[in-house]
């Protein structure tokens, strides 16, 4: 037969799964694409020309 956990330690593990919930949502919403160190002739805009009339 289970023993009855306190009303104690069940506070403590969802204090503790929200402090672990909340650091994954950070760590989440910083991490993104990493940014290329200068943009190679592929990624460069085409150049426009206009003819003069």
Do not use: C, D
């Not at 037969?1 to 104690?8: D, V």
């Not at 650091?23 to 989440?28: E, G, N």
Request: without cysteine.
């Amino acid at each position: 037969m289970q023993e009855r956990t306190s009303t104690t330690e069940r506070y403590t593990r969802g204090f503790a799964a929200a402090v672990i919930a909340v650091a994954t949502l950070i760590l989440a919403a910083n991490a993104g694409p990493a940014r290329a160190a200068e943009p190679g002739p592929a990624q460069q805009p085409a150049q426009q020309v206009v003819a003069a009339p």
